[in-house]
């Protein structure tokens, strides 16, 4: 059991600032996800928590001790490569039982907990073949079981999902967890893919060019972004951005563009001071969030139909609103007409108001 703290962690390669002054604090027993897009420095972030990177500033603590000197053993965390890293001359057994082995674990016992992980993801049936007899997906499940058959303080994971088909990514990310839950292994799980992460993830760290940009459980973070970055990034279709501009005077406060005019007068107390009359302003509103309405509604937004995508238990619009693409997420198998205008009104109560820069304005 561990807790994780990064203070000003920095991680410089010549030129190339890939973590950027990190400050973080991982609880014990925590599922934290790191995501962000590729490129964003959280391979780098993993591997200075493992040990395999110094960091070019800062410190690591695992329970307030100071690892940043120590050894990857030393530190007693188990990785799970992007790239599997088996020893390719051994067994897929003897690859799951090596670090119950280095521990002096019994054979008995070792080959009987190799199993019962195996059995678990799927590959129970490979136990006798070397990594080089197997598909992507199925090294890719011996890495994870490699990791998990011992219970180290921390467990890290580089995106160990990716080479699997929908399905089976189902599957193990159920069983992870399930695992997670069960024994309470403080875990660092990296990935790009957002429904894994907030599936998956107690609390989620949203990176972008090295650095955090916000932190919180999946649901804080997607109800509440802090910058159009982690609006959109979070979502599938992401949050809708619409260009339009705050008009405010001493008792009104509306937003306009030239097909819309929302009046938003209940949020009047919490604009702050800086927000001035006829600011440029992108009105955020998730797919969900937008309702079809009868034409000319007062506060909806009419859009050109550009595509209608039946998905079964949903349909998804795309509609185009002066320049911008709107996705509207639709709770129906009766789709609307595939031409034509649609009026869709947003739900007041869930609308983002973020500044031309990107950050949140309420
Ligand atoms: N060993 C290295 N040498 C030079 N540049 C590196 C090295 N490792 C990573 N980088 C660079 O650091 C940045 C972050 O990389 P990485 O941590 O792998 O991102 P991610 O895992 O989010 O895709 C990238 O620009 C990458 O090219
Ligand atoms: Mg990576």
């Not at 011996?142 to 990791?147: D, E, F, L, P």
Request: glycine share 6%; with cysteine; aromatic share 6%.
């Amino acid at each position: 059991m561990a807790k994780i703290t990064l203070e000003h962690l920095s991680k410089h390669f010549g030129p190339v600032i890939a973590v950027n002054e990190i400050d973080l604090t991982i609880e014990d027993g925590e599922f934290f996800a790191l995501l962000g897009p590729s490129g964003c420095g959280k391979t780098t972030t993993l591997r200075l928590i493992a040990g395999l990177e110094k960091p070019t500033k800062g410190r690591i603590l695992i329970d307030e001790q100071d690892v940043t000197a120590l050894t990857p053993r030393e530190r007693d965390v188990a990785m799970v490569f992007q790239d599997y890293a088996l020893y390719p001359h051994m067994t897929i057994l003897d690859n799951i039982a090596y670090p119950l082995k280095v521990r002096g674990v019994p054979r008995e016992e070792r080959v009987r907990r190799v199993r019962e992980v195996a059995q678990n993801l799927q590959i129970g049936e490979l136990l006798d073949r070397r990594p080089g007899q197997l598909s992507g997906g199925q090294q890719q499940r011996a890495a994870v079981a490699r990791a998990v058959v011992h219970h180290p303080r921390v467990f890290l994971f580089d995106e160990p999902l990716s080479n699997l088909d929908a399905k089976l990514r189902l599957e193990a990310r159920a069983f992870l967890k399930h695992l997670q839950r069960e024994v309470g292994v403080t875990s660092v799980y990296v990935t790009h893919d957002q429904a894994e992460a907030m599936a998956l993830a107690d609390r989620i760290a949203v990176m972008n060019h090295g650095r955090i940009l916000q932190v919180g459980s999946p649901l804080d973070v997607y109800r509440h972004p802090r910058n159009t970055f982690v609006a959109q990034f979070l979502g599938s279709p992401p949050m809708n951005l619409i260009p339009c501009r705050l008009h405010r005077t001493a008792d009104r406060a509306r937003l306009v563009a030239s097909t819309f005019e929302l009046d938003i007068s209940f949020l009047q107390g919490r604009l702050p001071a800086g927000a001035r009359n006829d600011m440029p302003i992108f009105l955020g509103i998730r797919p969900e969030h937008l309702t079809p309405v009868a034409v000319g509604t007062p506060g909806a937004i009419p859009g050109e139909v550009y595509v209608v995508q039946p998905l079964g238990a949903e349909t998804l619009v795309d509609l185009l609103v002066e320049d911008t693409s709107v996705a509207v997420r639709l709770f129906t198998d009766e789709p609307p007409a595939q031409h034509g205008t649609l009026w869709v009104l947003p739900d007041i109560h869930r609308i983002h108001l973020y500044q031309e820069s990107g950050e949140i304005l309420i």
